[in-house]
């Protein structure tokens, strides 16, 4: 029988006669979720008049999309990145006072467990790159340094690849470490001056950026996963400033407040020095 209160479906009536079949769901809050997509999926697609052919074409990128995916790769959320919706979601999920260290894209290239290290020792395990020092405090919103905050940092190493990315190739580990903060909050360790890199455009999301003719770039950073008890977790990193990808990150991951001062040393075995505090908020 057909429900006379939302009659049958039509280009006009498509979005309530769809979500008038999730009034009796238990779960209130898929409903909501799963009727407001239906209304912008249907919206946009009256809105661009999408043709047969292209509905075609995206069902084909996204089972490719999917068809990517392994256990180290996920190509669905590269597209979220690429698309600005995985820092839109950072976003949302972290409105912090201002004062607090801003939390940028997550990014694929985390391992659990990386190795733990002594505050200055060095994560670069394969020689390559230029040698600096990064080091600073981990502080609360009043300034006090917090004590025990783990932070976990890992970045490319100076041909734009992670350890993860090239096994055989790079020592497991290199250009990653985990380290534990002191009484003032401090942590220090050498790596390299991290360099730009493409991030993984060889399926379909890297062709869909040659198709909108934007490169796959992301800027020189170093990234952080900073947890203390009674704080939010900071997922974030540190920029490389001049570079020149900042403008046009390739998953729009800069904030102008992490963009980190890169200063060359003289006379020493280290090249450069990038200070950096971070600042967490209350959980
Ligand atoms: C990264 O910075 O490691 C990254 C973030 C998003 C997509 C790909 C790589
Ligand atoms: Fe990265």
Partial sequence: MINP??????????????????TTCANQRLAEVVSSLVRHLHDFAKEIHLSQGEWDLAIDFLTKTGQKCTTERQEFILLSDVLGFSMLV???????PEAATENTVFGPFHVDNAPKRQMGESICLDGKG????????I???AGQPIA??????????????????????????NNRGVFVTGAEGRYAFRGIKPVSYPI????PVGQMLRHLGRHP???????????????????THTFVGGDEYLASDAVFGVKASLIAPFERLEGRDTLWRSP???ILTPA
């Fill in 90 to 96: 950072d976003a949302i999920n972290n409105r912090r």
């Fill in 200 to 203: 993984p455009d060889d399926g």
């Fill in 217 to 235: 770039y992301r800027p020189a950073h170093m990234h952080y996963l900073i947890t203390a008890e009674g704080f939010q977790r900071l997922v």
């Fill in 276 to 278: 950096f505090n971070f």
């Fill in 130 to 137: 230029e040698t600096c020092l990064f080091e600073g405090q």
């Fill in 148 to 173: 025990n905050a783990t932070v976990d940092v890992w970045s490319d190493n100076a041909d734009g690849y992670y350890d993860v990315q090239q096994p055989g190739i790079q020592p497991p580990g």
């Fill in 5 to 22: 209160a939302t009659g049958t479906f039509s280009e006009a009536s498509s979005a309530e006669v769809v979500n008038a079949r999730h």
């Fill in 139 to 141: 502080l609360d919103l």
